[in-house]
Nanobody, 126 residues
Framework: QVQVMESGGGLVQAGGSLNLSCTAS????????LGWFRQVPGKERVGISC????????WYRDSVKGRFFMSRDATRNTLVLEMNNLKPEDTAMYYC???????????????????WGQGAQVTVSS
């Protein structure tokens, strides 16, 4: 099972920027997609962006398009989410997710076979 761990996040004023980083590793050596999800208390966890192992497929949730950007290193094991022009409604716990075997697709808004990191809190004050 792919292991994932997030870092980054924190508190920022509206209009500011933050980065989240996800580091993943696969004991089996198989490729995997990576994605970012977020969750606020009392609501379901929803996807906001993802990238396939091949890199040929990326997806962003409409509400973050043009503000959030993913970048991945050459090993494909580290994924950074650059979050710009943050809004109070972006406040949530952010999770990195990996789906093993997702070579040419990524999970999009939901993932039923992902492994998850422990989460990183992002708080945007107005």
């Amino acid at each position: 099972q792919v292991q994932v761990m997030e870092s980054g996040g924190g508190l920022v004023q509206a209009g500011g920027s933050l980065n989240l980083s996800c580091t993943a590793s696969s004991p089996t050596g198989r490729g995997y997609s990576l994605g970012w999800f977020r969750q606020v208390p009392g609501k379901e966890r929803v996807g906001i962006s993802c990238i396939s192992w091949s890199g040929g497929v990326t997806w962003y949730r409409d509400s973050v398009k043009g503000r959030f950007f993913m970048s991945r290193d050459a090993t494909r094991n580290t994924l950074v989410l650059e979050m710009n022009n943050l809004k109070p409604e972006d406040t949530a716990m952010y999770y990195c997710a990996a789906e093993e075997g997702a070579f040419d697709y990524c999970s999009g808004p939901r993932c039923f076979s992902c492994t998850w990191g422990q989460g990183a809190q992002v708080t945007v004050s107005s």
